[in-house]
């Protein structure tokens, strides 16, 4: 008697999420080979632990009576954000850009011919690295400015204490969306040079800009600008009377993330690799 056997043949949607998974597992092992990864993490982490142990052991104790009811423990702990920030868009830039530079981005849209399925993946793994590690990061820092902070020098510095646990998370999904928008502008300038330097004039051009226009502008634009409205995220207290709620922010924050990453996948298929 002849046994007849059957193959299940995968549907178009079971194919695709196989492909997907598979693209992700090859950029996730791309990514942890490349020894630039190592080093914007290790500066990130070194910045954010080393400003926080400088904050607390330095800058604290030397506030007067009405700076230490006026600051917000949690940014003052988390200052070495502005320098980590750097190093979480670079890596978002590197991620694309150095494949770009290198010419072995030929080869990755041979391998894998859906180039948004690609972004997609790339997109997905950074972002995940970057969460882990940005988050890990800024607990690290926080709890080593508590270690490094003199007895009875600040009060609300307790993780139950209003705003700061949601703060020092804050601080993770900044640098994060902060390496998707260096991400995205990675895709559309396929330029580490140019991506690097747009994105630090996203950052640091406009305040400077504020400071040229009348007063106005200051309050009525000033707290949309990518990093005002960013860094709300990880503030647990603010004193600010223009400064957007801590959600509102990152919300508007995450819109420049957007932008980038959209401009990115609409030019991807449009231009030669």
Same mark, same amino acid.
């Not at 307790?158 to 601080?171: H, Q, T």
């Not at 140019?194 to 640091?204: Q, R, S, Y």
């Given at each position: 008697? !002849? ?16 492909? *997907? !998974? ?25 910045? &954010?632990? /080393? ?11 030397? @506030? ?15 200052? =070495? ?10 890596? =978002?830039?590197?991620?694309?850009? %150095? ?10 849209? +041979? ?5 948004? !399925? ?9 972002? +995940? ?15 080593? #400015?508590?270690?490094? @902070?003199?007895? &009875? $020098? ?10 700061? @646990? ?15 928008? %260096? *991400?995205? @502008? ?11 330097? !747009?994105? #630090? /004039? ?45 959600? $509102? =922010? ?14 990115? *996948?609409?030019?991807? &298929?449009?231009?030669?690799?």
């Amino acid at each position: 008697m !002849t046994v007849l056997s059957t193959t299940t043949i995968p549907s178009p949607a079971e194919r695709s999420r196989g492909e *997907f !998974t598979d693209v992700v597992c090859a950029e996730f092992a791309k990514l942890r080979t490349v020894r630039s990864t190592y080093w914007t993490l290790l500066i990130a982490f070194a910045s &954010n632990i /080393g400003f926080a142990a400088l904050a607390a052991a330095v800058i604290a104790p030397k @506030l007067s009576t009405h700076d230490r009811a006026q600051v917000d423990v949690v940014q003052l702990a988390l200052a =070495g954000i502005h320098l980590s920030q750097i190093a979480y868009g670079v890596l =978002g830039a590197l991620i694309i850009t %150095g494949e770009y530079g290198s010419g072995m981005i030929r080869t990755t849209f +041979a391998v894998v011919p859906r180039r948004r !399925t690609l972004l997609a993946a790339k997109a997905l793994v950074f972002a +995940a690295v970057a969460l882990i590690t940005s988050t890990v990061s800024t607990l690290l820092a926080y709890l080593t #400015f508590l270690a490094s @902070l003199p007895a &009875n $020098t600040l009060s609300g510095t307790s993780f139950s204490s209003s705003g700061v @646990l949601r703060a020092v998370l804050g601080g993770g999904l900044y640098l994060t969306v902060l390496g998707l928008i %260096g *991400f995205g @502008l990675g895709v559309v300038l396929r330029s580490s040079a140019g991506a690097i330097a !747009t994105l #630090f /004039g996203l950052l640091f051009v406009p305040p400077l800009l504020l400071d040229l226009l009348p007063g106005s502008w200051k309050t009525d634009v000033g707290p949309y600008i990518p990093m005002q409205a960013g860094e709300q995220i990880f503030v647990a207290v603010s004193h600010e009377a223009a400064a957007l709620a801590p959600w $509102t =922010g990152f919300a508007a924050f995450c819109l420049y993330a957007v932008a980038a990453l959209l401009g990115g *996948f609409l030019l991807i &298929n449009r231009r030669d690799a």
